[in-house]
């Protein structure tokens, strides 16, 4: 009884150390990084910016921001596939910020206004902005299953599946052989798929 015990006692311990949490908040500091693995689940709550969201052959998430503006606040948690990037605070009149992902990851994004460019990136997208202009780079029809893509105002370019619309509440939707779902959807603004 009492090895059993011991066996359940380390394999909860040993299970533990494997998927503690990593944890980062800075304010003023760039870049913010840490290790992630491909094939994640990545969230990201961004302030309003131009923000460029791109895809890297390596496993490294990494934040890069002007720290001599404003007080922007980054912060990253990471928690076995899965990770969490909040970017805060960010000043007004034309700030940009970079945020590299590893290739392979599976995105969702929430965005108030601005301009949110999505690269390189392969893998499902779940991607909201409410105001401004939105640009994901879709790489191969092929790769994807489902792609639903709205505007409620606003323009919805989707140039590798021959769509061009504007005016209000314009929707796009595709189905297809690939694995891979997009949902895009730009409240008012501009939605390019690219």
Known sequence: MRKLLLCVLLSLFTGSLLAQDIRIEKTRTSPVETKFAS????????????????????????????????NTKVGIRV????????????????????IEVPKSSA???????????VRDVIGDKDVVLHFGELNIDMGKPEDYRHIEASVN???LEAGLFNVSKGGLFRSFDHTG???YRVH???GAGQLDLR
């Open 39 to 70: 094939n994640g689940r990545i969230r990201m709550d961004l302030c309003s910016a131009g923000i460029d969201v791109i895809g890297r052959e390596d496993d490294m998430l990494r934040v890069d921001a002007d720290p001599t503006r404003g």
């Open 79 to 98: 928690f076995g596939d899965r990770a969490e990037v909040r970017v805060r605070d960010c000043p007004n009149g034309n700030y940009r910020v970079t």
């Open 107 to 117: 995105l969702y994004v929430r965005m108030f206004a601005g301009e949110l460019n």
């Open 153 to 155: 105002s606003g323009d």
């Open 177 to 179: 052989p690939g694995k």
């Open 184 to 186: 895009a959807h730009v």
